[in-house]
Each structure stands twice: as C-alpha cells, then as structure tokens.
C-alpha cells in the first residue's frame, strides 16, 4: 500500500450528496479481475457524454465539459472535495481503486458511507471528515479560486488553506499508523498468529458445530 | 454482568485480541462470489499465502451469470472469464463452490441461509454490502471490501472498531399487503441513507418477531440501504426452526448445544442502545420510492415532492437532479406513474415467500400492455425448483411474466439483463441509484406484492386494493 504523510494537492469539487460507489465506477467495469486501470472510468456516466464500456478506447470518447472532472482548471486534481454520505451503496473496492488511479490521495466531506471510508484506508486514500459549513467555506473558496490547492499532513492532522488558515481532523490511531507507514494489514495481523490459533482452539471446543 | 445488547453479545464473543479499540475479530463463515474476489485470490497467490480455514469459505458465482438459456454459457467474454476466474481459484485453493448448473447455485445471499452455512452467533462476511441480510438468524454479518476478502482468507479474522448500536423498535401488526419490504423503506424514509452511519441495527419489536425468516432477511439486507454496515434480528423459535435438517446445519448429536447457546442470543433486559428509532406497524403503508436514493421514498397513495418546498439547498438540489433524472414531474400521485418493465428477484425479495406473495397477486390476471417485460428470477435454483414444485412458475407465465434462471440479474444488471436509457422499472430490488439497472434506467423500488400489482396495472397500484 502507498503511504500518506503529506500532500499539497489541487483540489476539484463534486457537489452533491449522497454520491453513490455505482456512480464512482459503474457495474460494467467490475468485470475486471484486476486492480488497477479504473481511472478512467471514474465516474464514467457523469464524466461521459457516451456510454461506456470495458475496453472502450476513453481517450476518444465525448467528455462532458460540465462535470468538474474534465474542465482544465481541475487537471491533475489530487484531492477530492464532497458532500455528506459520500460513498454509499456497494462494497466495492474498485471505488477507491478507481479514484487511487485517477489520482486522487484524499478525500474532503461531512461524512462517508462505512465500508467505503474503510476501504479507502485501505489504499492509501485519506478520507478527511470536516464539518458541513466548514467544508461549505471550502467549496465556496475552490469555485471561486482557480488553482485551489490545500495542504494536507496526516502527522499532524491539520488541512491547510491558502490563506494559513488550519483545519484539524480526527483519525482512528491504528488507521493513521497504517496509512503513514504504508503498512499491509495481513502481515500486521500474522503477527499474532498464535493468539489466532488459540482463540480458534477454544472456540471450536464450544461450538464445533461451526467447524462441521 | 450488565445488560447486554445482541450486538455486544456477537461483537465481544468473537474478539481474539484488542489494542486502544481497535480488535481482531474472529469470522466464522466466508461467502465469496466473482465480482469482489479475483483480486483477493490474486494477492493471496503473489504473497505465497494459504487459505486459514478452507470449510468457513463457500462460493457461488451470482452477479455476472445468464437468467435465460445456460447451455451455451456465458455469452459476454469479460462476464464469463470473471465466473471461470472464481472456478479455477476455487480448484486451486480447495473452496467450495456451488458453480452455474448446479441447483444450489443462486444468489449469495440466498445460498448461504439456505444451506444452513449462515448460522446464529456467526460472524458472516462477504465481499458484498447486502451481506447484512445475514443478521437475520441472530449472526453478525456484514459486507468488506476486496482488501479484507484477502485479510479474512489469510488470517479468519477481520480488524475492526465496535460500532454504535441502534435499536430500530416496530411495534403492532402490519397492515393486509404490508410487507417486509415496506417496514425496511419506511425506515430509510424517516433515518435516512445515512441515518444508520456508524452503527449496527437491532430490529426489534412485536412486528419483527411475527415476520417470517424470509421477512427479516429482507428487512436486514436493506440495512445497509440506511448506511448500516449490519443489521439484525433476536434468535427465536422462527429462526432455530428455519435452521434446522438443514445441509450445514448442526449434526444431530450438536443440536441441543447449538439451541441453547443460539437462546441467548438477544439483547437483555434493560440493554442501553446509543439510538432508538419507533415505528408503529399499523401506520405503515404499501412504499414506493420516486427518486434516486432508497430515502426518496412515500407511500403509495403520496405525491411526488415538489422541490420547491424544500428548504435545504443541497436536499433541494437533489430532488431536483433526482425528479429529471427519474422524468417525473412534482406533485404527481404515485399511482399515476406507468411503468416499462417489472424485476421481481434480487438478493432482497428473491425467496420463495416472496414468489408466492408475487404470485397471489398476478394469479388470473396478465401483464398490462405497456408492460414491455415482466421478469421473475429466483434467488437460487432450489427456491425454482420448490415454485415450480409449487406451480408457481404456470402462474406467472400465464400471467405473462418471465420465469428465469437464479442470479443477481437485474438488481445491478451486470448480465444481460437491463433497463434501456429512460426505461422504468417497478423493482423489488435494493438500489434505485443512476444506471444502477441499465444507464439511464428508472428504479421504484416496491415490496413483490406491489411489483406484482403494478405489473398487471401497467401503473403503480395500491396491490391493498386488488387483495380485497
């Protein structure tokens, strides 16, 4: 997994609620049996003019100039600002997989769906949960700023404006010492393979009925 | 010891450690399907990496297989490499799987509770949201991304954080032609898609306990529709009695110790929940949704909204989006709203209480005109073979409908089977998102009764008043 300490990344807004993971990347591109190479697909019905489907060639599809995405003053967008519920629907990894190869690292909103804001974490994506009206100044300050760029420590767990003004956000301790050491989880929890084992052993003495 | 809820019982006996709130949680059964899992079989492989426990992982392939004829295969090369991608993962680490052909095939969610895999006081993951339907046999289950797939087959354990827990109280008797589906829209209508954030739903109540297995498996599948990750249901003599001779279910000199464990399962008296929500049964009607989330939702007799009532910019901007996007004008009673197509199936109401409940109303009557399609898919090949058992299936043939093969179909219609662009649809499945059923398809998510009872309307129809 990449890790995440810093970034001072451009930001692009995408204002609406309860933005949903069969938006983020529809159904015809979970097809794919591997994880990466969902960028482009990100937001396919919204970025797109066309319908899309696997192994279309993107780079000659009509885009559509109003979403965020594609207008020029949000290329190579690396933050992500959104509304409440953000995420929700499906479990879907390919969701984050898809804004990680897109290019987003990080992720501005009220509030994410659960599963989602988990399998972020899992990524190497920072979900940041600020309050509404705070993350309203923000969207205020990026449609009317172009080159809108915040700056972003997870050490610290502030987010910066341009004009130094400092927001802190929570994150779980175990999470943000995954996410900035870029630790793999599986390898973390192997290390108690015995405690496993005995859990098991017990476990099974009560309910060997789980075991048939 | 403190009173304790259902939820603090599954939680804290699966805990195998725990570090500053952060546990090892142990998992008991592992329900894999093709779409979230090749990746996971594939990360196991590049590490050099085995299965814990191969006989806690069952699979099916559901989500990407064909509902009409399967003797040719699957036709799309993508779709049909994704299922052979989970057949030969499946061969190569030792699972389980319930593949195309055979009658146990189906839908996940419906396989698993159907074998006996899902079991009360399991812990039940899936790389698949609605894997919170399991919390009906008093389980704690709930969906993970592909990420945690592969943790849970290195390691049969998850990392998590305790959630918040919220008791969701349906108190008195459900109204003639209200079902289950209903109580689980009415929730999301007054909690809202995120109003269960954060926490896992205990639904309780006297309503609760008289719904059928099937009934709260519906209801606990959609908790996820209210942004809770699990939701469940108290064992009691409907559970332990559903459970029972089934394949996986506890051998018979197991059968006692299982009951009397599985009869401690509910919350205790004066157990302290961090939210309760009420709802009175009586005053649940027959629901509808008219928009693009499972929160935009009224009862049959309601309206449309009108945007222009709404206060809240950011709400108001949504009903707006959501009311083009669906092709509906404000204010428009629900039961004038036609309808191109019928879905009856899906993960929610694909059981064969749902197909009877479908069938009672269709029986004698035909699809309406404009009904261009009419489909019914069961959840599995065995609740097709119990309908037509049951003649179900003549029924809906000479009503007109489709009877199709088991699968996801089009709940998310990543098969064949899909909404053309500004199609509606009256659908018993979960989802009403954009292009959710097919781009530029229009969801209405409604009970089987009334997909049923729109189908033979070619509108949307109070079914109350076809059952008098």
């Not at chain 1, 600002?81 to 969701?95: D, P, V």
């Not at chain 2, 050099?48 to 989500?63: Q, T």
């Not at chain 2, 309307?457 to 059952?467: C, E, I, N, Q, Y």
Request: proline share 5%.
């Amino acid at each position: 997994m990449h890790a995440f300490t810093q970034l001072n990344g451009l930001v692009v807004p995408l204002d609406r609620a309860n933005v949903d993971t069969d938006a983020i990347i529809p159904k015809q591109f979970l097809k794919s049996i591997k994880r990466a190479g969902f960028g482009p697909n990100a937001f396919d019905e919204w970025r797109y003019l066309d319908h899309g489907e696997p192994g279309m060639d993107n780079s000659k599809r009509p885009l559509n100039p109003d979403f965020p995405l594609n207008q020029a003053r949000y290329q190579g967008a690396s933050v992500l600002l959104a509304r409440e519920n953000f995420g929700c629907g499906s479990s879907r990894e390919h969701a984050p997989w898809a804004l990680l190869d897109f290019g987003f690292r990080a992720i501005i909103a009220p509030s994410y769906a659960d599963i989602f804001f988990n399998n972020c974490f899992k990524n190497g994506i920072l979900p940041i949960i600020l309050p509404a009206e705070i993350v309203d100044s923000l969207f205020k300050a990026v449609e009317s700023t172009e080159g809108y760029k915040l700056v972003i420590d997870l050490e610290t767990q502030t987010v910066v404006t341009p004009d130094s003004q400092s927001y802190a956000f929570e994150v779980d301790a175990f999470r943000k010492h995954c996410l900035l050491n870029g630790l793999d989880d599986i390898g973390l929890t192997l290390q108690h393979v015995d405690e496993i084992k005995a859990f098991e052993i017990k476990y099974k003495q009560a309910q060997p009925w789980l075991f048939n | 010891m403190s009173a304790r809820t259902l939820y603090d019982k599954l939680f804290d006996s699966h805990v195998v450690r725990e570090e500053n709130g952060t546990a090892l949680i142990y998992i008991d059964r592992h329900l894999v399907h093709e779409v979230t899992s090749p990746q996971a079989f594939e990360g196991l492989k590049l590490a050099g990496r085995r299965l814990w426990r191969i006989n806690s992982v069952l699979a099916v392939p559901d989500h990407n297989v064909p509902t009409t004829d399967r003797s040719h295969g699957i036709a799309d090369p993508i779709s049909r490499l994704q299922v052979e991608t989970l057949d030969q993962n499946c061969t190569d680490f030792g699972v389980t799987e319930f593949k195309m052909g055979d009658v146990r095939q189906g839908i996940v969610h419906v396989m698993g509770p159907e074998q006996g895999a899902t079991l009360p006081g399991m812990t039940v993951v899936c790389g698949d949201s609605h894997t919170s339907t399991h919390g009906a046999f008093g389980a704690l289950a709930h969906g993970i991304g592909t990420s945690e797939v592969e943790h849970v087959m290195a390691t049969q354990c998850l990392v998590q954080k305790k959630s918040k827990a919220m008791q969701v109280r349906v108190e008195g008797k459900l109204g003639h032609g209200v079902t289950a589906k209903d109580i689980a829209l009415a929730i999301i209508g007054k909690i809202g898609t995120a109003g269960g954030t954060g926490y896992a739903i205990e639904f309780a109540g006297s309503a609760i306990r008289s719904l059928s297995m099937e009934g709260r498996m519906t209801l606990c599948n959609m908790a996820i529709e209210a942004g809770a990750r699990a939701g469940m249901v108290a064992v009691d003599e409907t559970t332990i009695n559903y459970v029972k001779g089934r394949p996986y279910a506890p051998r018979p000199e197991q059968w006692d110790a299982a009951v009397a464990y599985w009869s401690t399962l509910h919350s205790d008296e004066g157990a302290r929940f961090d939210a309760v929500v009420e709802l009175k049964a009586e005053e649940i009607e027959p629901q509808v949704t008219w928009g693009t989330s499972p929160e935009m939702v009224t009862a049959i007799n309601g309206s449309v909204p009108d945007p222009a009532k709404e206060p809240d910019p950011t709400k108001r901007g949504g009903i707006e989006r959501a009311l083009q996007y669906m092709g509906l004008e404000a204010n428009t009673p629900i039961d004038q709203i036609n309808i191109d197509k019928v879905f009856i199936g899906s993960c929610t109401n694909s059981r064969i209480e749902d197909l009877r409940a479908a069938a009672a109303v269709a029986k004698g009557k035909h699809v309406a005109a404009n009904v261009k399609l009419a489909m019914v898919v069961p959840g599995s090949g065995l609740v097709k073979a119990q309908a037509e058992q049951e003649g179900l299936d003549k029924i809906f043939k000479e009503a007109g409908f489709e009877w199709r093969e088991p699968g996801c179909s089009m709940c998310l219609a990543m098969n064949a089977d899909r909404l053309e662009p500004g199609e509606r649809c009256a659908s018993t499945s979960n989802r009403n998102f954009e292009g959710r059923q097919g781009p530029g398809g229009r969801t209405h998510l409604v009970s089987p009764e009334m997909a049923a009872a729109a189908a033979v309307a070619g509108h949307f129809v109070d079914v109350r008043l076809l059952l008098n």
